[in-house]
């Protein structure tokens, strides 16, 4: 008897439900609009908050990726962003605080058939959620992470985050913040994550961009949106949204292309010592100095460095995707190794059961 | 070869049967073998020594050899012990006989001991009168000084209580592994087995076995096992022509139901119980798990199994290894996780979002002494109350406890069942008595195990009466919601932590419904005692007037108490308990129908607290947190006297 590599012992329930389905509803629907991902559900959040801006992106891009609804799961943490999946019409679980990473790993790793994502936010990712997202960077199953970071507590009504600028007034730090914060994207790429991007609320062609790009990465992506909460850290984005300073502040970043940027090209990126990055007037340098972004370079320092180049009060933010790599998904390496134990065939119970040493006792 | 009594008489310290026959050994010496109905051996030695590896195959031995068996592994939490100190001690104890045998033995009949800290970390514990043998290679003035020995107990006559043969084990190795092109350090290693060897002399053990085993084991390495192979055969050769051994010991088989048998531990059987249920019902198996002692084997044993759709993820942490279980049987598979006491606690919040979420979860707490990290490798039954309600909020879940190493299997499958049937997480008790210990297991027909495919219906069409997918509309019968899974076409829906709406599962903060929700989900966890046996009594004659109550490994040493009180003429009734939550629907009733109800537990009284609480019964709770299993003797005082004193008052009362 031969046993093709990848065949599955017999049909399990699942495999039966799912067929069952189709032959209940037909083939899959998968040229859907905008409208198809909207829920029943009343949007409850603040008026204003940034994150319907995103909601709204995500619901139009989502046709274009070509899943079914059905095929869609959306797992989140606790926060106001993790109100999303009740909002959007696929499957999905609102979870614990931090866990969500963790959830979605065992349902990515166990149904690689599914488009698994996770919708954190700066406290429930960095803080309570720390060690599961750098664990779930670092394996590579198969999800996307949308990190919505709004730099403060907004559901425990605006307490300072793991991102809040040092020094920051809130009402548990009535004499300003002490503790230093994270920057998203260099803590991924510190955890080897093979996707990373960062995109802006209100910027819906750039946001669509980096979403469509990490939708289509095999692998875990993550991609921090800026997001505003307008009720407890309104305007925190301000200097990057501001048509009169985003542009000199902000530096696009597109795969190809040379790190040009601000009014009329003004200033660029190029190498420095060390293997850092630094800002130079664009005028000042030779044009050959100047880096032409790269997100597919298997070394992360490159993607760290651009990382850096931003400083807590937000200048010079990179914005786009910072790096892209392909290396092998958990869920399919454990794929894998599932069919190579079943090379020689199902696992037989009956020949478990009696498996080492056994002896009979006659009648 | 130095020794206190050279030669040792017939060895019957604890009144077993023996008859004694003679016969002649090789070289004309004579030699008698003694027929006894059972034995109790200790092996200790320095954790290095390989007394676990020791024990297992002795224990292999001798359930081929078809005697009844149960062990009793004890170790340290130290990996490596400075050698040959009191900390580093391990030791392995058996029970083996012609008859069924519930507890590994209080006190063993023979204790070998491979250096002076094994003897002095053991010695109280061997009855006077008991066979010692011991390792005078080791008995040097510098490992004596490491225990504190100011003398040595080989010379200064304290060991004369006891028949003592002091037998050179570690040069007899090196001398018969002279050839062997071993360093001496690593033919050293191999006194293990001679000392397995001469065991197996003593006691008539099949040697096959173990052979088999060591050229198994080895197979990289040919001349280890060639080298462990002629220690072994050294040993047992030098048992049969030795003067210093003049008896040697048979125990028959013992009188077991037909079939095949295999020896087995309680968390190979556990392992093995997780794969049927997963083949029972046809679900892919996913175990997400942290290393911890003493459950690791369960996700070792697990990730071998890969051909039978098992997954195994070692998460970052316990919190995490929960969540992808969750997550998996969000997806359709039957998620998995298996820790300890300490790992519960950090996963107390996702067993409440599964009994939110109300989807099957199969968590196994391996129980060990607490608090805190406590004892990592001793046995205790405290986890009963955080099982119970070490969530916060109403957070009913179904709690289950195997009673010995084999019946682990049968609790994985019944965990599975009550997880699947009713979309609930389940608590599956186990304890490191259950999980190290190892008994003969009758290998069980893997077509006639519970069928489990019924507990898997998941819905492929709305149930809603507007053509709505309804996640929280009830089964009348079970109270199991709706499942349906993603990938189904039409039934998208979402579920978390927050309270559900009756039927939709849409978030809800409405008084009544909360209310209602709240009591349906405990009504749903009640009601599972519609689906499980009328409590378990064992009562030979019927008609006694004290039980004794106990759930989980405390059932051998119980049952063996028992034995030992209806020997002395009196009665006592024995019920343990495979369901703690919810209790057999009975239970009430039987407790009721006794003068006195007495709760044997390794804890402060766990299971009495909720008898007490939930029935207003007088429970007699009786105690021991050791981290030790309890020895029958001292139950079966409690018991006889718990007997004598209510036959007395009530004796007392008629008057």
Known sequence: MTVELGMPDAPTPIDAAIARSLEQHGPKVTELKGKDFKTDQEVRWCPGCGDYVILNAVQSFLPSLGIAREDMVIVSGIGCSSRFPYYMNTYGMHSIHGRAPAIATGLAASRPDLSVWVVTGDGDALSIGGNHLIHALRRNVNMTILLFNNRIYGLTKGQYSPTSEVGKVTKSTPMGSLDHPFNPVSLALGADATFVGRAMDSDRKGLTEVLRQAAEHKGTSLVEIYQNCNIFNDGAFELLKDPATGPMWTIPLEHGKPLVFGPDGASCVVREDFGGLRIAETNQVDPSEIVVHDATREDPSYAFALSRLSSQDLRYSPMGVFRKVQKPSYDAMMTEQLDEARLSGPGDLTALLDGGDTWEVKA | ?655
């Open chain 2, 1 to 655: 070869m130095t020794g206190t009594n050279p030669t040792v008489a017939p060895s019957n310290p604890d009144g077993a049967l023996a008859t004694t026959v003679s016969s002649s050994a090789p070289g004309g010496l004579v030699k008698s073998v003694v027929a006894l109905d059972r034995v109790v051996i200790r092996l200790a030695g320095d954790s290095g020594d390989g007394m676990q590896l020791t024990g297992n195959r002795f224990t292999s031995e001798t359930a081929s050899f078809g005697n009844d068996l149960k062990t009793l592994p004890n170790f340290p939490a130290e990996i490596r012990a400075p050698t040959g100190t009191l900390p580093g001690v391990s030791s392995f104890q058996l029970q083996f006989a012609d008859h069924d045998v519930m507890t590994p033995g209080d006190a063993p009949d023979v204790l070998v001991a491979m250096n002076p800290a094994a003897l002095k970390a053991n010695l109280s514990e061997l009855p006077g009168g008991g066979l010692l043998i011991l390792d005078s290679d080791e008995f040097t003035p510098r490992n004596l000084a490491k225990v504190g020995y100011a003398t040595n107990p080989l010379e200064d006559g304290s060991l004369e209580g006891w028949q003592t043969v002091s037998v050179a084990l570690t040069s007899m190795t090196l001398e018969a592994l002279k050839d062997s092109g071993l360093g001496k350090k690593e033919a050293e290693r191999s006194k293990n087995m001679f000392t397995l060897g001469l065991l197996s002399w003593m006691y008539h053990r099949p040697t096959e076995g173990t052979i088999r085993f060591l050229e198994r084991q080895f197979r990289r390495k040919p001349e280890i096992a060639a080298a462990n192979i002629a220690a072994f055969r050294a040993g047992y050769n030098y048992g049969d022509t030795t003067e210093a051994f003049a008896v040697s010991y048979e125990i028959k088989p013992a009188p077991m139901k037909p079939g095949r048998y295999r020896n087995i531990s309680g968390n190979q059987a556990l392992a093995l119980g997780l794969v049927a249920a997963g083949q029972r019902s046809g679900l892919p198996i996913f175990l997400g798990a942290y290393p911890i002692t003493p459950a690791s084997d369960i996700l070792h044993e697990l990730s071998r199994h890969k051909a039978f759709n098992v997954r195994t993820f070692q998460a970052e942490d316990e919190i995490a290894g929960i969540g992808a279980a969750l997550g998996a049987s969000f997806g359709g598979a039957l998620g998995i996780t298996t820790t300890s006491g300490p790992g519960v606690a950090l996963k107390a919040e996702t067993i409440g979002l599964a009994v939110m979420t109300e989807l099957p979860l199969v968590i196994v707490d391996v129980q060990r002494g607490g608090p805190s990290t406590g004892l990592p490798t001793k046995t205790e039954q405290s986890d009963l109350l955080q099982a119970m309600f070490g969530r916060n909020g109403e957070a009913p879940i179904p709690v289950i406890a195997p009673r010995s190493p084999g019946d682990c299997f049968d609790a994985a499958v019944e965990a599975a069942r009550i997880a699947l049937t009713y979309r609930t997480p389940v608590m599956l008790l186990s304890d490191g008595y259950l999980a190290n210990g190892a008994e003969p297991w009758a290998i069980p027909d893997a077509d006639s195990l519970p069928d489990l495919t019924s507990a898997v219906a998941f819905a492929t069409e709305p149930n809603g009466e507007d053509g709505e997918f309804l996640p929280y509309l009830r089964d009348p019968e079970t109270l199991a919601r709706a499942w349906a899974i993603p990938g189904t076409a039409g039934m998208q829906h979402r579920i978390g932590g927050l309270e559900k709406a009756d039927k939709t599962g849409n978030i809800s903060y409405d008084p009544a419904n909360h209310d209602f929700m709240t009591r349906t989900r405990q009504a749903k966890i009640d009601g599972i005692a519609a689906s499980i046996p009328l409590t378990d009594v064992e009562d030979p004659d019927g008609d006694a007037r004290v039980a004794v109550i106990g759930w989980g490994s405390t059932y051998g040493p119980i049952g063996s108490a028992a034995r030992q009180v209806r020997g002395s003429g009196r009665k006592v009734a024995q019920i343990h308990l495979r369901h703690i939550n919810p209790f057999p629907s009975d239970l009430g009733e039987v407790l009721a129908r006794y003068d006195r109800v007495i709760c044997p537990e390794m804890n402060l009284g766990q299971l009495s607290l909720l008898l007490r609480a939930k029935y207003l019964v007088d429970v007699q709770s009786h105690t021991q947190v050791s981290g030790m299993p309890f020895r029958s003797a001292g139950l079966a005082a409690v018991i006889q006297d718990a007997i004598d004193s209510t036959t007395a008052s009530l004796n007392g009362a008629q008057q």
